[in-house]
């Protein structure tokens, strides 16, 4: 079982910067893929980023790539998703989620958390 919390989300004008973190626990929590992920209403929930399990390993979706950077840090059993050059299009509740998979469609994900809010004003 993995337990996931997410945290740091938030109102910011465009162009401007946010982390969110994701505190993890459960005993083999450090062998699973972390991925983020982000969803707006009426919406399907999209894969924003991921990272493997020992962190060697990352990917991310073209709309973030190059702004976005995911991290993990097995010794605070959080990850992180650092987001700059923020764009009101980036406004969604953003999700982690855990899987024992590397990979990226969310369907494949088994453990979630509860989302936080991040709203990007124009």
């Known amino acids: 079982q993995v337990q996931l919390v997410e945290s740091g989300g938030g109102l910011v004008q465009a162009g401007g910067s946010l982390r969110l973190s994701c505190a993890a626990s459960?005993?083999?929590?450090?062998?699973?893929?972390m991925g983020w992920f982000r969803q707006v209403p009426g919406k399907e929930r999209e894969f924003v980023a991921v990272?493997?399990?020992?962190?060697?390993?990352?990917a991310y979706a073209d709309s973030v790539k190059g702004r976005f950077t995911i991290s993990r840090d097995s010794g605070q059993n959080t990850v992180y998703l650092q987001m700059n050059s923020l764009k009101p299009e980036d406004t969604a509740v953003y999700y982690c989620?855990?899987?024992?998979?590397?990979?990226?469609?969310?369907?494949?994900?088994?453990?979630w958390g509860q989302g936080t809010q991040v709203t990007v004003s124009s």
């Open positions: 989620a855990a899987d024992l998979s590397y990979s990226w469609p969310p369907g494949r994900y088994g453990y």
């Open positions: 459960g005993r083999t929590w450090s062998r699973y893929t």
């Open positions: 990272v493997s399990w020992d962190g060697g390993s990352t």
